[in-house]
């Protein structure tokens, strides 16, 4: 059973467009992140929730909104995307807040033309 | 500005041997430190950490040294397998700090030559 998945796997799509990427933990964690790998591949954080809601957001455009509908998803849409947008983008879950370990899914490669 | 640093890309080294990877950070905030291993395709996995209070941290065949005043740390592999070729990402952390925040170096690759 995948502890933490993404979907979709790959994505492909144009400047300008909108899309989502969706994040899902079945390991009864409270906390759920996003991180983007960039091309020099640093990974950062994006966004935490814990218990649905908002607890870490870092400096990032606000054409990136997150968005938890329940404890076990946290999805991710980004409106009006940019060629710097392309990167891997990890979702991630932790049992809670403190010096808990973070689990990652696979990635989604987002490339936008 | 990065605050966390690996400043060597790749690493090679032979089936059997010590691999040693450094890490080097600016915050001096930071008192928990984590060690990473990825696989192509897949996400990080949790390998090892370490906490400020300590300056050294085992586990089976990977070993994590701090040094604090140096702001440096090290993960040590012994002896190194095939199976460890991957890319190793230090990362750091506010304990204090509110979320899970963790801060990443950028990886090194490391390539276990049979």
């Known amino acids: 059973d995948t502890a933490v998945s993404q979907t979709p796997k790959y994505l492909v799509t144009q400047m300008g467009n909108d899309k989502s990427i969706k994040c899902e933990q079945n390991?009864?964690?409270?906390?759920m992140y996003w991180y983007k790998q960039d091309s020099k591949k640093f990974l950062k954080i994006m966004f935490s929730y814990n218990n649905k809601e908002l607890i870490i957001n870092e400096t990032v455009p606000n054409r990136f909104s997150p968005k938890s509908p329940d404890k076990a998803h946290l999805n991710l849409h980004i409106n009006s995307l940019e060629l710097g947008d392309s990167a891997v983008y990890f979702c991630?879950?932790?049992?809670?807040?403190?010096?808990?370990?973070?689990?990652f899914g696979p990635g989604t490669r987002l490339l936008v033309l | 500005d990065q605050q966390v640093k690996q400043n060597s890309p790749s690493l090679s080294v032979q089936e059997g041997r010590i691999s040693i990877l450094n890490c080097d950070y600016t915050n001096s905030m930071f008192d928990y430190f984590l060690w990473y291993k990825k696989y192509p395709a897949e996400g990080p996995t949790f390998l090892i950490s370490i906490s400020s209070i300590k300056d050294k941290n085992e586990d089976g065949r990977f070993t994590v040294f701090l040094n604090k005043s140096a702001k440096h740390l090290s993960l040590h592999i012994v002896p190194s397998q095939p199976g460890d070729s991957a890319v190793y990402f230090c990362a750091a952390s506010l304990v204090k700090a509110a979320g899970n925040k963790l801060t990443f170096g950028g990886g090194t690759r490391v390539l276990v030559k049979p």
């Open positions: 390991l009864g964690h409270d906390t």
């Open positions: 991630a879950s932790s049992r809670g807040t403190g010096l808990e370990t973070q689990y």
